[in-house]
């Protein structure tokens, strides 16, 4: 079986992203993942490396790949490429992903194919990407005709599955080109976090939309998530508007989520922020337009004004608290 290369994400002190157990799952429908591990923490991260399904964990540990951007980590991925000829290269779907990847495949003159929401095998075992196009309204299967398959996959797009593997770690050395050093990371600071989890790793998420009419409405989302542990996330609308930071923004220029509860609130549906939250396991729709395109996908629609609703799901949220 043909080694599949991941490229791992994870965190400065060496915590397993969530895209790179989704990463994991998709790759072992077309090989044996490899996952290609870049800087310190890979032994504390072994074991979930191991329960998502990695074979092998190859390990460049090289202040190179740390203190310079995106160019080392594409370098070390090529030279994996000639050694390996693995069925395919997956990486996440990230700003800083999808230019490894772009380096990555003029280094192995290779085809590329970004913003994958799935990976799977055609009945020869090549690589098949499934891309949303248009905001969602067309899907298309696309396939590399040269060299080795780079695939970008949006984080949240695959549903992570445990299938437990080896993880044999399997050190590298690696040094960087001067040519790859031409980019140099400064100085690093740590994001402001508050006591919501993250966007793009919630298993809840609360939206709102245009219809909490203002900054001073949009609070009631913020009230909702709360309630519910969930975090919040905002239509293209509110962000515009100046109502909430973009950084929240769901949809297709926006961030890809797939919660296990997706309550969209006062939030119309365009097909844009759709292509950002239609794969939410459960979809709850709050709106007063019974005619808005969100109800289409939605598993459970309120008609009604939000303002009326929210309250009362907040009491009733507070009442099963006190059980």
Do not use: C
């Amino acid at each position: 079986m043909a080694e599949v290369l991941v490229l791992a994400e994870h965190t400065a002190d060496g915590e397993v992203k969530k895209v790179t157990v989704e990463l994991l799952t998709a790759a072992r429908r077309l090989g044996s993942p490899s996952v290609v591990w870049t800087g310190p923490g890979a032994e504390g991260a072994r074991d979930r490396l191991a329960e998502f399904g990695a074979d092998t964990v190859y390990v460049a540990d090289s202040a190179d790949l740390t203190d310079y951007a995106v160019a080392p980590a594409a370098e070390l991925l090529a030279q994996l490429v000639a050694a390996k000829s693995p069925a395919a290269v997956l990486v996440a779907g990230t700003t800083e992903g999808k230019e490894i990847a772009g380096r990555l495949a003029v280094k192995t003159n290779s085809g590329v194919l970004t913003d994958a929401t799935n990976v799977t095998a055609d009945q020869d075992g090549a690589p098949v990407a499934e891309q949303p196009n248009f905001g969602g309204a067309i899907t298309v299967h696309s396939k590399v005709t040269k060299g080795t398959p780079v695939i970008a996959v949006r984080p949240n797009a695959v549903s992570a599955e445990p299938a437990p593997a080896a993880a044999e770690i399997v050190p590298l050395t690696f040094a960087a080109s001067d040519a790859a050093k031409t980019a140099k990371v400064t100085e690093r600071a740590v994001a402001d976090k508050g006591e919501r989890p993250d966007l793009t790793e919630a298993q809840i998420v609360v939206s709102g939309g245009r219809g909490t009419g203002s900054a001073d409405g949009f609070k009631i989302i913020e009230e909702l998530a709360d309630a519910l542990g969930a975090a919040v996330g905002a239509s293209r609308a509110v962000t515009d508007a100046g109502w909430y930071p973009h950084q929240f923004q769901v949809g297709q220029t926006g961030k890809t989520v797939s919660p296990q509860l997706y309550m969209a609130v006062g939030i119309s549906g365009a097909i844009q922020h759709r292509a950002g939250m239609q794969t939410s396991k459960t979809i709850i729709a709050i709106n007063k337009d019974p005619e808005a395109p969100i109800f289409e996908i939605a598993d459970l629609g309120i008609v009604g004004d939000l303002f009326t609703v929210v309250p009362q799901l907040l009491d009733e949220v507070g009442k099963r608290k006190q059980l």
